[in-house]
């Protein structure tokens, strides 16, 4: 059994409905904290990509991200070698990306950045099943390269994170 620490590549998405929904820092605002503290100590990061899709909208979200103690990974010669591996073992790998609407384009540079580091990836994306399927899933790669994935209530759990509620 391996003794080394887990770390967690984040995708967009589990930033993005957190702010806007469930984790709100208007009541929510010690997740927000935790989240700092954990990119400090380097149990998360995000990539590059992430960092450019949410920050490209200025908002309360992009102005938290530009400030936190987050790690932004950026794209070398390991990671490009590790997205040219995802490619490569199945071509249906390249459906990440919606290239007629320019979304998700970050998703393969995530999984591509959580196998070079060992991470697991975390995101709010569920598994497709249908086999007509147009587009693939993060889960769906991240299950066929062998890549760990868990969602952010997952996450939460994995990392015993609890909240305290209280009356102002």
Not at 5 to 20: F, H, M, R, S
Not at 76 to 92: E, F, H, M, R, W
Not at 139 to 158: H, K, L, T, Y
Request: glycine letters at 4%.
């Amino acid at each position: 059994m391996s003794t080394k620490a887990k770390i967690y590549c984040l995708d967009a998405n589990v930033l993005i409905e957190a702010w806007q929904k469930y984790y709100s820092p208007k009541f929510c605002p010690g997740y927000w904290d935790i989240l700092n503290n954990l990119g400090s100590q380097g149990k998360i990061f995000i990539v590059e990509e992430v960092f450019n899709e949410i920050t490209r909208t200025e908002d309360d979200l992009s102005d938290w991200l530009k400030k936190s103690k987050i790690p932004v990974k950026r794209i070398d010669g390991k990671v490009t070698k590790c997205l040219q591996n995802i490619y490569a073992k199945d071509p249906s790998h390249q459906t990440l990306v919606d290239n007629t609407k320019a979304r998700s384009l970050a998703d393969p540079w995530v999984i591509a950045h959580a196998m070079n580091e060992g991470a697991v990836v975390v995101t709010k994306e569920g598994k497709v099943t249908a086999l007509n399927a147009k587009r693939v899933k993060i889960p769906n790669v991240c299950e066929n390269m062998g890549i760990a994935w868990i969602n952010d209530f997952e996450f939460v759990a994995e990392l015993n994170i609890q909240f305290t509620c209280s009356l102002p």
